[in-house]
């Protein structure tokens, strides 16, 4: 999935990724946008807020992080 590093709140290796997906009503044909955040792993712990992001999904790393960061976008 392709998202938005929009937070880091722990000073490691998490970061909080924002996606952004398009989704069409089937009952008015419209477009709407829905979003959804993730903790995701960064191990180097070089990208900060505002980075475009690929994430893959991994094997869980903590309670809530199961995704890791593949490369910038």
Do not use: H
């Not at 880091?8 to 989704?23: F, I, N």
């Not at 008015?28 to 792993?41: E, F, G, N």
């Amino acid at each position: 999935m392709i998202g938005m590093v929009v937070g880091c709140p722990m000073q490691k290796e998490t970061k909080v990724v924002l996606v952004v997906r398009k989704k069409t009503n089937k009952k008015y044909r419209r477009s709407i946008l829905r979003t959804k955040r993730y903790l995701v792993s960064d191990k180097t712990n070089i990208f900060q807020v505002g980075t475009r992001v690929l994430i893959k999904s991994c094997a869980p790393i903590s309670k809530y992080k199961s995704w890791f960061i593949a490369r910038q976008l």
